[in-house]
């Protein structure tokens, strides 16, 4: 059992689209916000790329959270992919929360180019919320008592 | 010459996978005048030093089905795997888990609080539990540790080859044991006895656009026999299935339930499905979305209803403060780190 310590610092994978979302951390980091390390970002061209696979697959190789962020409803640089995206994430939210995972390590933000400060904000309150929770350890869970 | 040698065990299975292997009928009889049969418990007596005795590496042919769930199965599994040339992962449970793999959604201390307690026709008001080791006058009796996590073969060992299927069909099975007596084996870590497509490729109904405004379980509604499940709203795993089977279930009114496992080069077969489930509900709307899952009782029952110890999940999470360890983890820890896992073959 792993015991939730002051000093763990969570590891949170954010899968940030191109257009928007990318845009806004880029925002936050050249304006020199101070927010927390802990999301290490992986960008993709758009948030319907991404399939549930990598979400389960940031898990299972030892993420203590995840964080999805693109366009905001009607913004996707394609037209539809955010609108994909929501149904896609309903579902795995549905299927993480049956695993054991629970909405707090799991989110889905709409953040556009212009809110680097709304990214800053998002990625401090995750690291907090799951900082509290403690670490996932999901290889820990996976051996024998 | 002698014959080659053959070998048939089961760990965590029904059996369905023995009488696949037995219905072959007839052809049952070229495959026991081609092989000489070393080991097979559940058709004829061999007791588990026979296997013992046997020279390492001199049987021919393995074919394990069933997952490993215990200590003795895991004990088996490493037996085999040193006698045999070939092992071959045979059935679902040995490749994936299969439906005994669904007790990861728990764990030993709540399976046993379940059976040996909470069942309604349970009396048990001494709180018997089944123990390890137990001292009687004769002796020392000893049984197998009961593990937390169901795990497939090739977690345990390396396999050469998986045959999928719950259980494999008769002409699969076949298939794979006429290639093995005329030699012809594909590259190790390979899926045989199926294709390289989906079970759709297989299924013969009219497949056109797919958008669905809600799901529905198969005796909600009556489905139109000539027309794909899925676009009539009944889940079917089809889309993430390794085909192969001919689509049998398909042809009975019945969706696909996904014991083929995935298709190639797909990690994740509940995260496949999950992702075609979410892909054909026609809406944008976060609220209607949301009730169209929530409709769904049991979305990790559908996406891995065979494969959940070979997803990368692998189980849910276990609260280990909630479940403590009992008696029989004691034995576990002393046999070392048992879920140190063998990964499997690509």
Known sequence: MVVPSDNHEPRIVGFLCNWCAYQGADLAGTSRMAYTPNVRIVRVMCTGRIDPTFVLKAFSSGADGVIIAGCHPGDCHYSEGNYKTTRRIAFLRKLLAQMGIDGERFRLEWVSAGEGAKWAQIADEMSAAIKEKGPLAWRENLKEA | ?346
């Open chain 2, 1 to 346: 010459m002698s014959k080659p040698k053959l070998a048939l065990y089961w760990a965590a299975s029904c059996g369905g996978c023995e009488i696949a292997v037995v219905r072959l009928y007839a052809k049952i009889l070229d495959v026991a005048d081609f092989f000489d049969i070393v080991f097979w418990p559940c058709i004829m007596d061999f007791k588990y030093k026979d296997v013992e005795a046997l020279p390492d590496k001199s049987i021919d042919l393995c074919l394990f089905n069933g997952a490993i769930r215990n200590s003795e199965q895991e004990h088996m599994a490493h037996l085999l795997r040193e006698k045999s040339k070939v092992l071959v992962a045979y059935g679902t449970c040995a490749y994936m888990g299969g439906i005994p793999g669904l007790a990861n959604v728990a764990n030993r201390e709540a399976i046993f609080e379940r059976v040996y307690h909470e069942t309604p026709s349970t009396v048990n008001a001494d709180s018997v539990r089944p123990q390890v080791r137990y001292q009687v006058p004769e002796g020392e009796l000893t049984l197998p540790v009961f593990y937390d996590t169901v795990r497939t073969l090739a977690q345990v060992v390396p396999v050469e080859y998986f045959v999928p299927g719950c259980p494999p069909v008769k002409e699969q099975t076949e298939a794979v044991l006429q290639a093995v007596m005329e030699g012809r084996l594909p590259p190790p870590g390979s899926v045989v006895g199926a294709s390289d497509k989906t079970v759709c490729d297989d299924c013969i109904r009219i497949k056109e656009e797919k958008r669905v405004s809600s799901f529905y379980r198969p005796y909600e509604i009556i489905p139109d026999p000539s027309r794909c499940l899925l676009e009539q709203g009944i889940i079917c795993a089809g889309p993430a299935t390794r085909g192969g089977c001919g689509a049998p279930c398909l042809s009975v009114n019945m969706p696909c339930r996904g014991c083929y496992g995935p298709p190639p080069n797909v990690v994740d077969q509940g995260g496949k499905l999950l992702s075609a489930l979410a892909s054909i509900i026609d809406s944008q709307d976060p609220d209607e979305i949301e009730r169209v899952a929530d409709a769904i009782p049991d979305l990790l029952g559908i996406c891995y209803l065979f494969g959940l110890p070979a997803s990368l999940l692998r189980r849910v999470r276990q609260d280990r403060k909630a479940f403590p360890a009992g008696v029989t983890g004691e034995l576990a820890r002393e046999q070392g780190d048992v879920a140190v896992m063998t990964q499997r073959a690509p």
